[in-house]
């Protein structure tokens, strides 16, 4: 069938874009396409929102896109517009809400629909459908009109006179707004971020003011939606109704219009919903249900908040206990209670809270619902109250009773402890004894006159006294049990006395591992200690009441036979100092050391910063950091669980970058190895004491990789290694060298020459030469001419004057092989001074290979193997002296 409609639509498709094609009209001329509706229109005035719904034709020709328009006024002035899809194929009816800023009374809202068909052609548009908005009479309307609107929102407010009336003012809060036209009467304007008002009166005002003259008034309130309800919990005292607390959240003003209702739900019930209080609310339980499944519903004007919450009612029992009487004595007191309700079977527990004094936790499994404990331990004479709480397994706790005062028998007791101390001597020991009298009344000094101790050790009885105002005793004692007995002498009341028994030195207590305490948020310490079989005289707990801090002022409290509990609320500790408490067991031999547990109340962060030291062993990319600590100071304000050692680049241009954190999880390890560095960079390595808490103030050292100078430094040393190597390996030969070098660098004996003469003479070469082929020098045929003058002429010389003619060249020579510019040439000259005339001779030496002629240059120069200058002398035939031609070559072979 869905095959077949397909078809269908496929050739009627075809056959309109034939008809259209071949026709030349339009698809309306040939086929139109169905007109959609609206089925219902529903404005919601409170919430300023229209709902459109619309009958929805799944026959495959509609299309599932819709097309809404929403005009305002007569005129349908188009201000919203937008395309919908349609839904699921299943539905007929589509519904779709639309929030207005301006309140739907002020002028009408009109909607109208269509929908595309292939997603191309559109429909024609539905009739529009109208929300007429309201009709001013005989007088100016405002809207909105005492309604709730939200904080922190945007608001439009609207003024609609009568008909022939103008608007000429709106006032918000009395301040004046700019007026919005919305149609031909309708004015408006727009509030910005509206705010609950401070003021008494919690309500905002309009005001508009026409050409009548008249202004009109009305009140709208602010205020903020319903709270999502907090630790929601439920309890029951009796097991026959259950009561749900939660916290409301925000405070709200006693006049706020934003009426809210707060209702119950059970869901795993068929009862009905329970109306309930702000923040509580009360039902009866359901026989038989003991898993209860809850859902609280607070709803007002601007929204609706739910939180649900699961219970077992036996988990959740609060049991009510009530005085039933009281039978004080002398040092101890009989109380007991009732506990309200059917609560037999379950296990009850009780906690008895004695003031001044401590709370001692016991278990009530009475039939008949009443409960007896005797209060111990207490001063005579003294008034006193009590309460009591109790709980079902130790889960909730209900609410501590009255306070219960009462007033012991005047009587006076003694409660005496000691404290033991290894002297130098091996066989020594001394005792002090710490004792507390417990009188009628404050002032004890009054009431005793004064102390005896007594002690007995290996038969031998001692007595010392001390006076009334002393409340300890120093005492020493050998290796052997000692019993001690401590007599207070009262002035009116018989003697109160008091033993205690020191265990001889075989039997001392081994010193016991400290057991470390688990802080609670609540503070205080539950203490709890194994039962010893031996304890005849139940236990004793001691501490120091400033802590581990010193001096110490001793604390203890003696339990009572077969208690190895003991609850110490937060309030008689500090938070942050460690106190160390010893528990004794009471022996027919003494007391023993049984356990020795230390902790906190409560921890604190803000522990002392670790001293780190200066890296002592580094790389380019590691160093070693290491920091001082004691980690087992008392003094510190939490346990030392470890260490925080955070790493920090430092740079020239930017701020210190975070690059790793590392956690030490032992606090004896003080030392770490931070790799991966960069070298030749500025870091910051910063230490923190971790604790329970967290991490503590940081210890913080800054330092710089170094540079690994390794691969600088073999580039250097191995030149010089090659340089010192060479040199070692040719030192024996270093004299050749020398004449090696000398022949090489050094000029020939008796040779002057004149740098400025040469290099005048070579760049003068140079511009000649420069036409001519460039080859290399392989030898040079030189010419030496020397003169002798004649033996009348004086013995000095200096530089001849130019020849007329030019000297006869020897047999290896020929005049022609002469360039012009050496005719009687001399490169050097040289004055002779001698105190004997003697024959002189001036050479003169011309380089003739290197000025040749055109026809040289196609001659090969003549090779000489050795560089010894091969001299010729001939008879001169220059005027007026004597020459001589010596002609040779010099080899250019360096080899």
């Known amino acids: 069938m869905k095959s077949f409609r397909m078809s269908l639509i496929i050739l009627l498709q075809l056959y309109l874009i034939f008809s259209e094609y071949l026709s030349g009209c339009c698809l309306d001329t040939v086929w139109q396409l169905p007109v959609p509706s609206i089925s219902n229109l529903q404005a919601n005035r409170g919430k300023q929102s229209l709902v459109v719904s ?193 916290d409301p959240g925000r405070y709200r003003h006693p006049h706020d219009h934003n009426n809210q209702t707060r209702t119950l739900h059970i869901e795993n019930s068929d009862q009905a919903p329970v109306n309930c209080e ?67 079977g379950l296990n009850l527990i009780c906690q ?84 507390t009298l417990n009188a009628p009344g404050s002032a004890t000094t009054e009431t005793v006159q004064r102390y005896t101790v007594q002690w007995t050790q290996d038969g031998q009885n001692r007595t010392e006294r001390k006076d009334g105002a002393q409340t300890q005793a120093e005492v020493l004692i050998g290796p052997g049990q000692c019993d001690f007995t401590v007599q207070a002498v009262l002035h009116t009341c018989p003697p109160i006395n008091a033993h205690i028994t020191i265990p001889k030195l075989d039997d001392r207590e081994n010193l016991q591992v400290e057991r470390r305490l688990s802080s609670s948020p609540a503070g205080g310490f539950n203490l709890s200690w194994p039962e010893l079989n031996t304890a005849t005289c139940a236990y004793t707990v001691e501490w120091c ?81 290491e920091w001082h600590y004691n980690e087992d100071d008392p003094a510190h304000p939490a346990f030392i669980t470890g260490y925080l050692v955070t790493v920090q680049e430092v740079g020239s241009n930017t701020r210190p970058g975070h690059i790793a954190n590392m956690l030490v999880e032992d606090p004896r390890k003080k030392s770490v190895i931070i790799e991966d560095l960069k070298q030749g960079h500025e870091y910051r390595f910063s230490v923190s004491a971790l604790t329970k808490v967290g991490p503590g103030i940081p210890g913080m050292i800054p330092f710089r990789t170094r540079t690994n100078y390794s691969a600088h430094l073999a580039k250097i040393l191995t030149p010089i290694l090659l340089l010192l190597g060479c040199t070692i390996l040719l030192w024996p030969q270093r004299k050749m060298l020398k004449r090696g070098l000398k022949d090489i660098f050094v000029y020939p004996a008796g040779m002057n020459i004149k740098s400025f003469e040469i290099d005048g003479f070579l760049h003068e070469a140079g511009e000649r030469v420069q036409s001519h082929k460039v080859e290399e020098c392989i030898s040079c045929d030189i010419e030496i001419l020397n003169t002798r003058p004649l033996l009348t002429e004086a013995t000095t010389l200096r530089d001849p004057e130019p020849l007329n003619t030019l000297c006869s060249p020897g047999s290896q020579s020929s005049p022609s092989s002469l360039s012009e510019p050496h005719k009687g040439y001399c490169p050097q000259s040289a004055e002779l001074l001698s105190e004997r005339p003697a024959p002189q001779q001036i050479t003169c030496i011309t380089n003739k290979s290197y000025f040749h002629t055109t026809v ?40």
């Open 54 to 246: 619309w009958l929805v034709n799944h026959s495959g020709i509609v299309g599932e896109i819709n097309e809404i328009q929403i005009s305002r006024t007569e005129s349908h002035i188009i201000i919203y517009n937008k395309n919908v899809s349609a839904p699921s194929a299943d539905s007929h009816e589509h519904t779709w809400t639309w929030t207005s800023d301006l309140p739907l009374e002020c002028v009408d809202h009109s909607v109208r629909i269509r929908y595309f068909y292939n997603q191309t052609a559109p429909s024609p548009w539905s009739k529009w459908v109208t929300n007429c908005g309201c009709e001013a009479k005989d007088k100016t309307r405002m809207f909105p009109f005492q309604r709730v609107l939200r904080e922190g929102t945007s608001a439009m407010f609207c003024c609609v006179p009568p008909r022939g009336v103008n608007i000429t003012s709106i006032a918000f809060k009395k301040s004046q707004y700019p007026l919005i036209s919305i149609g031909a009467r309708v004015k408006a304007i727009s509030v910005e971020n509206l705010t609950i008002p401070t003021t008494d009166i919690n309500a905002l005002l309009l005001s508009c003011g026409d050409t009548t003259g008249e202004e009109y008034s009305v009140w709208n309130y602010v205020s903020f939606p319903a709270q999502k309800p907090r630790n929601l919990s439920c309890a029951t005292s009796q097991l026959t109704t259950v009561t749900c607390t939660w």
């Open 278 to 344: 702000p923040s509580s609310c009360t039902f009866a339980a359901i026989p038989n249900l003991e898993q209860y499944n809850i859902r609280v519903v607070v709803k007002d004007q601007l929204g609706e908040e739910t939180e649900s919450h699961s219970f077992n009612i036996s988990d959740r029992v609060v049991p009510v206990a009530e005085w039933d009487r009281v039978s004080p004595g002398v040092a101890d007191t009989t109380v007991s209670w009732i506990i309200q309700g059917n609560l037999t």
């Open 352 to 435: 008895v809270s004695v003031d001044p004094g401590s709370t001692t936790e016991l278990n009530c499994n009475s039939a008949s619902g009443r409960c007896k404990f005797k209060l111990e331990d207490l001063l005579p004479n003294t008034l006193y109250s009590t309460k009591v709480r109790c709980s079902v397994n130790g889960r909730l706790w209900g609410k501590w009773t009255h306070a219960l005062p009462f007033k012991t028998c005047p009587f006076v007791t003694l409660n005496l402890w000691r404290r033991l101390k290894q002297t130098s001597e091996i066989y020594s020991r001394q005792v002090t004894l710490l004792w």
């Open 545 to 625: 009441n400033q802590g581990n801090a010193v001096p110490c002022t001793l604390r203890w409290i003696k339990m009572q036979k077969g208690n190895h509990t003991l609850l110490l609320p937060a309030s008689n500790f500090k938070a942050g100092r460690r106190y160390t408490f010893n528990i004794y067991g009471c022996t027919e031999n003494g007391h023993r050391l049984l356990e020795v547990q230390t902790g906190y109340s409560q921890e604190l962060q803000a522990v002392h910063q670790p001293s780190v030291v200066k890296p002592v062993q580094s790389t380019p990319s590691s160093v070693t950091l």
């Open 856 to 895: 040289e240059d196609f001659s090969e120069p003549q090779e000489v193997t050795n560089s010894e200058i091969k001299s010729t002398s001939e008879p001169s035939d220059c005027l007026q002296e004597s020459c001589s031609v010596v002609s040779g070559y010099i080899s250019n072979d360096t080899s």
